[in-house]
């Protein structure tokens, strides 16, 4: 079966950090680019940031560039967020998604207060 | 970034109703759109890529048209299990964007 689970969210006060994991299973991780797509309360959908196959080309949204980053590991099938300086604003569920947004994970939730 | 304009923002319609949502994009994205929908409390699941490709398990009541900057998602005949919120994405270049959402709702 297809699937990606997220895990690593949780409550933090702004300014803190906190990694995000995605585990694949079921398909050629490394044959697919992969996104990070969040969900503010009540809001619609953002997309965040991409990575390459390989790793070798990173993307971000506006809203969180120099403050996140993607990167992935091949040989474990798992996808990563490196949140830093975290804002109220990043208040979301955060979701893994496949290339082609055809497979997404459940969603692990970032709470950002004080 | 491209931005992408979703309308209507919401509608009510009744089971039985054929259901149109538009997507319009700032540029040209050629036919690389897709079509998400999400329930409350669940992941968004794909349902049209490449602006008019049925996702494999997807009903056939749903079909997607366009290119270029102009895209639309017609449901046929609404059905219960329809009633969600449904979100236009582009994927022509990073950026990615989506639409601002379309909610369904129950007339």
């Known amino acids: 079966e297809v699937q990606l689970l997220e895990s690593g969210g949780g409550l933090v006060q702004p300014g803190g950090s906190l990694r995000l994991s995605c585990a694949a299973s079921?398909?050629?991780?490394?044959?697919?680019?992969m996104s990070w797509v969040r969900q503010a309360p009540g809001k619609g959908l953002e997309w965040v940031s991409g990575?390459?196959?390989?790793?070798?080309?990173?993307y971000y949204a506006d809203s969180v560039k120099g403050r996140f980053t993607i990167s992935r590991d091949n040989s474990k099938t798992t996808l990563y967020l490196q949140t830093n300086s975290l804002r109220v604003e990043d208040t979301a569920v955060y979701y893994c998604?496949?290339?082609?947004?055809?497979?997404w994970g459940q969603g692990t939730t970032v709470t950002v207060s004080s | 970034a491209i931005h992408m304009t979703q309308s209507p923002s919401s509608l009510s319609a009744s089971v039985g109703d054929r259901v149109t949502i538009t997507c319009r994009a700032s540029?040209?994205?050629?036919?690389?759109l897709g079509w998400c929908q999400q329930k409350p409390g669940k992941a968004p699941k794909l349902l049209i890529y490449?602006?008019?490709s049925l996702q494999s398990g997807v009903p056939s009541r749903f079909s997607g048209s366009g290119s270029g900057t102009d895209f639309t998602l017609t449901i046929s005949s609404l059905q219960p299990e329809d009633f969600a919120t449904y979100y236009c994405?582009?994927?022509?270049?990073?950026?990615?964007?989506f639409g601002g959402g379309t909610k369904v709702e129950i007339k």
């Open positions: 998604a496949k290339d082609g947004m055809d497979v």
């Open positions: 079921g398909f050629s991780f490394s044959s697919y680019a």
């Open positions: 990575i390459s196959r390989s790793a070798g080309s990173t």
């Open positions: 540029q040209d994205i050629r036919n690389d």
């Open positions: 490449a602006a008019s």
């Open positions: 994405l582009q994927d022509y270049n990073y950026p990615l964007t």
